[in-house]
């Protein structure tokens, strides 16, 4: 089941004696298996911690809600469905990949839950109307690729090498640079794709290929 057993944070020390203090249901939704994204849910029971040592909620109970969604769009909604029909999260977090992100933002926004997606590149998700309650801290996919053209204009590099994972986050960005790079006259020497995780001898041949592109300028978007 992905759904996982809950996390209680008490912030209650202001509630007093024998009354029940409100509680906050936050769900974290990521996909355990990849990589560095385990550090999500670490990062997330911080952060609680510090909006209660500083008593931002004060009063108030957290749980969180943590969800492993498997990069799998349908283990991702399964997994929010149960938490909406359990405990009722106010906010989700996540999920890892763009894929999964707008699966969840289809059902969350029938049920009127805000979402932030710290990973989620996708320009589609930049559309207000479809998406009403979807936030990200980081740009889209076409934003960054402009940001990547005007950097290397400005310093008049011309030619790059760019490796890029196999998943949708990488394609996306891939797609876009190729966009802009092609109205901003910018050749691509070399492009290696690269599976997460993976391991030394695969980035070894990896910077082997890009070494023999002649590129000086490698841009990853994985």
């Not at 990589?35 to 209660?52: D, F, R």
């Not at 589609?124 to 479809?130: G, K």
């Not at 986050?169 to 995780?197: E, H, M, T, Y």
Request: charged letters at 15%; one cysteine or more.
């Amino acid at each position: 089941h992905p759904a996982e057993p809950f996390m209680f944070v008490d912030g209650s020390s202001n509630i007093p004696p024998n009354a029940t203090p409100p509680v906050l249901n936050i769900a974290i939704a990521y996909a355990k298996s990849v990589g560095i994204l385990n550090q999500w849910e670490y990062a997330a029971q911080i952060a609680i911690n510090h909006a209660i040592q500083d008593n931002l909620l004060p009063g108030y109970s957290i749980n969180l809600i943590v969800i492993n969604t498997q990069a799998r769009e349908a283990v991702a909604v399964a997994g929010a469905l149960d938490a909406l029909s359990t405990v009722r999260p106010h906010a989700f977090i996540g999920a890892t990949l763009n894929a999964e992100t707008v699966a969840l933002q289809y059902v969350l926004k029938g049920a009127g839950v805000p979402q932030i997606g710290p990973t989620a590149s996708s320009e589609a998700l930049t559309r207000r109307a479809s998406f009403p309650y979807f936030m990200r801290p980081i740009a889209s996919e076409y934003d960054e690729a402009r940001s990547i053209l005007a950097l290397l204009q400005r310093f008049g590099w011309s030619n790059a090498a760019v490796i890029v994972s196999d998943d949708d986050v990488g394609s996306g960005g891939s797609d876009a640079l190729d966009r802009v790079f092609l109205g901003g006259k910018i050749n691509i020497l070399s492009r290696q794709i690269i599976s997460l995780p993976t391991d030394d001898a695969t980035v070894r041949h990896q910077l082997v290929n890009l070494k023999k592109s002649n590129a000086r300028i490698i841009i990853c978007i994985i």
